[in-house]
């Protein structure tokens, strides 16, 4: 257009220059380079160019198939994503660092081939079904979702689950959505993933996004390396905030002050951040004005669906008159399922395990329905779990042995959910001995909120009691430190690690406690008689140099430095402490904000010899 910009010609009329037949979009990095190289693109070459473009959109365009409509999810919570190494570090950690992350789509956008992880009940199905509909629901948006519920899965390609779909769309137009990978069939597990990597990696331009139950999955190292799906960025749902809880209970005009009061009389503080939860508890606000304690709240929310199901039919029978009848159906069948390891069932085996006046009563039970192919499935998997675990209550502990441990008395993997369902309902101590007894680390793969504080407090006691018992280090057991944090951290559990610390039966069990404490995210108000206690620890002169460097970690990883502490230690310092010390005043120095005051011990250190030759150089 202007005098000395780019192929700029003064014997052509402006109008012609603006107009469509002459103009050509590009891409920046395209027209820099055309305009830079216009020997090699003359105005023939770049007509010709634009000419098959246009040919090959027309031709597409005839060939455009419609798109599926998928339907929004019903009680839908609008959720974002964040990456899954930020939110393994907890609600606490995401919260206070004002973390936001983003609406799972532009999630998908950026990364192209993503995994999305969760617990039961967080909502990764209902975010995937409002995904699929939006996306089929834009219209200048040329990407295809395809949504396929992966319980349903036996040993396709991925090419062939597409052509189920779309035949004829370009791989780069596809938005593959598979739904629940943890619900594959176990033979088939390995298999299907194998198929996705291969076809991720040979299609490097389709969006594809999976979810799964973090349980049943292996994540990334540091390196990105080791995942179960090669390349595929790992996100995590973000928790529901307290206003997201609170605009999602106002909507249902439930006054704040009952709901507050319920949850916090009913011990139900860590579930109403689950939306599968979250909604069950306002519904049954909802009908009955109050709400159950927490071990009998799955009871409750399956007799509230049942008695909404018994409603909406209209049906003559009463619920009342046949609730344990169905209840036993449903146990039976989930327990069938479970031991046949599939997340549905042919309606031939069902019929083969209930009887026809069962199957009656059944069909107006909302969370056990039929699908279009005639298989059978529960709404929600913690309803089978829940339901499996209940059945097994009157099995011995020698017949809940015999489905639970392989030939080698370790817990199988599959059975992980039903017996976090089954603890609290069972009678006596001898689930929590049989785990005490298996020694596994599958403990630390339940869902944490299934426990209540007092269950996960015995079982981690028992845990370290063992270990202390075998005086043997951490390192050396089955258990993993962040594992044993995550799975018990509570005030209790904090005060028995710091009894542990000030008084231990021998330097591995002072070690053990320390390692763990410094995993902790949250102190419980603690942090001030957690500082005391590592102080005292790093003070005694009954303590080894090991373990005064392990509370050295301890105090910087927890973030309780002060100047103290501070003083204390460079007075005291000198080269000649042995280099385990060191390296624990060296860290913790490190830690500071102010670190850079200190850079005389840390050139010393440098310059040490007998430092550098040591195991902490």
């Known amino acids: 257009e202007k005098p000395g910009s780019a192929r700029y010609n003064p014997d052509l009329d402006m109008a012609y220059v603006n107009s469509e037949q002459n103009l050509i979009f590009l891409c920046c990095n395209c027209h820099t380079r055309i305009d830079r190289e216009v020997d090699d693109f003359p105005p023939e070459k770049l007509f010709e160019i634009k000419a098959e473009h246009e040919r090959e959109v027309l031709s597409e365009s005839d060939n455009i198939p419609e798109k599926i409509c998928y339907t929004a999810p019903e009680n839908f919570i609008?959720?974002?994503?964040?990456?899954?190494?930020?939110?393994?570090?907890?609600?606490?950690?995401?919260?206070?660092?004002?973390?936001?992350?983003?609406?799972?789509?532009?999630?998908?956008?950026?990364?192209?081939?993503?995994?999305?992880?969760?617990?039961?009940?967080?909502?990764?199905?209902?975010?995937?079904?409002?995904?699929?509909?939006?996306?089929?629901?834009?219209?200048?948006?040329?990407?295809?979702?395809?949504?396929?519920?992966?319980?349903?899965?036996?040993s396709e390609s991925i090419e062939e689950i597409?052509?189920?779909?779309?035949?004829?769309?370009?791989?780069?137009?596809?938005?593959?959505?598979?739904?629940?990978?943890?619900?594959?069939?176990?033979?088939?597990?390995?298999?299907?993933?194998?198929?996705?990597?291969?076809?991720?990696?040979?299609?490097?331009?389709?969006?594809?996004?999976?979810?799964?139950?973090?349980?049943?999955?292996?994540?990334?190292?540091?390196?990105?390396?080791?995942?179960?799906?090669?390349?595929?960025?790992?996100?995590?749902?973000?928790?529901?905030?307290?206003?997201?809880i609170r605009d999602y209970v106002s909507e249902h005009d439930i006054e704040k002050t009952l709901f507050d009061t319920e949850i916090n009389s009913k011990q139900l503080n860590d579930l109403i951040s689950i939306p599968f939860y979250l909604v069950e508890i306002v519904s049954l606000l909802e009908s009955s004005g109050s709400l159950p304690k927490k071990q009998e709240l799955m009871e409750r929310i399956i007799y509230n669906r049942l008695e909404r199901d018994f409603s909406k039919y209209s049906t003559t029978e009463a619920l009342s008159d046949n609730y344990f009848s169905i209840d036993q159906s449903l146990?039976?069948?989930?327990?069938?399922?479970?031991?046949?390891?599939?997340?549905?069932?042919?309606?031939?085996?069902?019929?083969?395990?209930?009887?026809?006046?069962?199957?009656?009563?059944?069909?107006?039970?909302g969370i056990f329905n039929i699908d279009s192919s005639k298989n059978w499935m529960f709404k929600h998997n913690n309803f089978r779990e829940y339901l499996s675990a209940k059945y097994m209550t009157t099995f011995t502990i020698d017949e809940i042995k015999m489905f639970l441990c392989n030939t080698n008395g370790?817990?199988?993997?599959?059975?992980?959910?039903?017996?976090?369902?089954?603890?609290?309902?069972?009678?006596?101590?001898?689930?929590?001995?049989?785990?005490?007894?298996?020694?596994?680390?599958?403990?630390?793969?339940?869902?944490?909120?299934?426990?209540?504080?007092?269950?996960?407090?015995?079982?981690?006691?028992?845990?370290?009691?063992?270990?202390?018992?075998?005086?043997?280090?951490?390192?050396?057991?089955?258990?993993?430190?962040?594992?044993?944090?995550?799975?018990?951290?509570?005030?209790?559990?904090?005060?028995?690690?710091?009894?542990?610390?000030?008084?231990?039966?021998?330097?591995?069990?002072?070690?053990?406690?320390?390692?763990?404490?410094?995993?902790?995210?949250?102190?419980?108000?603690?942090?001030?008689?957690?500082?005391?206690?590592?102080?005292?620890?790093?003070?005694?002169?009954?303590?080894?140099?090991?373990?005064?460097?392990?509370?050295?970690?301890?105090l910087s990883l927890l973030k309780l430095s002060n100047d103290s502490l501070t003083n204390y230690l460079i007075k005291g310092y000198n080269i000649e402490l042995s280099s385990a010390y060191r390296y624990g005043i060296i860290k913790y120095l490190s830690h500071l904000e102010n670190s850079e005051e200190y850079i005389d011990v840390f050139i010393k250190e440098y310059n040490s010899y007998a430092f550098n030759d040591s195991e902490y150089s």
């Open 78 to 154: 609008p959720r974002k994503v964040a990456l899954a190494s930020e939110l393994k570090k907890g609600d606490v950690y995401f919260f206070l660092n004002r973390l936001e992350g983003s609406p799972l789509l532009d999630a998908c956008l950026t990364s192209k081939k993503v995994v999305l992880l969760g617990e039961a009940g967080t909502g990764k199905s209902e975010i995937l079904k409002s995904l699929a509909f939006e996306l089929s629901a834009l219209e200048t948006c040329g990407l295809y979702p395809i949504l396929y519920d992966l319980k349903y899965y036996t």
């Open 162 to 244: 597409i052509n189920q779909f779309y035949p004829k769309v370009k791989s780069d137009r596809l938005f593959l959505i598979f739904d629940s990978y943890d619900e594959i069939q176990n033979k088939n597990l390995n298999d299907f993933a194998r198929k996705l990597n291969k076809y991720a990696t040979s299609h490097p331009n389709t969006h594809i996004l999976i979810s799964s139950r973090n349980n049943f999955y292996t994540y990334a190292d540091n390196d990105g390396i080791g995942s179960k799906f090669e390349n595929f960025s790992e996100y995590s749902l973000c928790p529901l905030s307290s206003s997201d």
């Open 331 to 365: 146990q039976k069948i989930a327990f069938a399922m479970q031991c046949m390891k599939t997340y549905t069932i042919s309606d031939y085996d069902y019929q083969k395990i209930i009887l026809l006046e069962a199957r009656k009563l059944l069909r107006y039970s």
């Open 410 to 554: 370790d817990i199988k993997t599959s059975w992980i959910n039903v017996l976090s369902f089954l603890i609290p309902l069972y009678d006596g101590h001898e689930l929590f001995n049989l785990i005490h007894e298996n020694k596994s680390n599958l403990i630390f793969k339940f869902e944490r909120e299934r426990f209540s504080e007092q269950d996960r407090n015995q079982i981690f006691i028992s845990i370290f009691e063992d270990i202390t018992e075998r005086n043997i280090w951490l390192s050396r057991s089955k258990y993993d430190e962040e594992d044993l944090a995550e799975f018990a951290q509570s005030k209790d559990t904090c005060l028995f690690l710091l009894s542990q610390i000030e008084k231990p039966q021998h330097f591995r069990c002072q070690s053990n406690a320390l390692r763990i404490l410094s995993c902790f995210r949250n102190l419980f108000g603690l942090d001030n008689t957690v500082r005391s206690v590592l102080f005292g620890c790093i003070k005694s002169a009954e303590t080894r140099d090991y373990e005064k460097k392990d509370a050295l970690e301890a």
